[in-house]
């Protein structure tokens, strides 16, 4: 059983930067990806960022481009996402996830082909 653990949400003012981390237990597969999602208030779950964790392949959505970064530590199972220039309208609860290595890539930041997930952590941007 997979068990993954979000950190280092909070509150900052728009133009501030965060970090989140992710750390994953029970993990066996080598293979795989490891993403990250948010979901606002009233608003569907969508995907922020992915990583392969053999490839470090990695894809973002338009409005993390050039703002999020997403990497990762194999070695002590941690999943990052360095968030930059933060706006308003990124507040949110932001999940990681691990999802299998046969996700196509059309449908890598689908939040439906993804099988664990964190319980979140929440991140607030103010004006």
């Known amino acids: 059983q997979v068990q993954l653990v979000e950190s280092g949400g909070g509150s900052v003012q728009a133009g501030g930067s965060l970090r989140l981390s992710c750390t994953a237990s029970?993990?066996?597969?080598?293979?795989?990806?490891m993403a990250w999602f948010r979901q606002a208030p009233g608003e569907e779950r969508e995907g922020v960022a992915t990583?392969?964790?053999?490839?470090?392949?990695?894809k973002y959505a338009d409005f993390a481009k050039g703002r999020f970064t997403i990497s990762q530590d194999n070695f002590k199972k941690t999943l990052f996402l360095r968030m930059n220039n933060l706006k308003p309208e990124d507040t949110a609860m932001y999940y990681c996830?691990?999802?299998?290595?046969?996700?196509?890539?059309?449908?890598?930041?689908?939040?439906?082909?993804?099988?664990?997930w964190g319980q979140g952590t929440q991140v607030t941007v103010s004006s």
């Open positions: 996830a691990n999802g299998p290595s046969s996700i196509l890539w059309g449908a890598i930041l689908n939040a439906g082909k993804y099988n664990y």
């Open positions: 029970g993990y066996t597969s080598s293979s795989g990806w």
């Open positions: 990583i392969g964790i053999n490839s470090g392949r990695t």
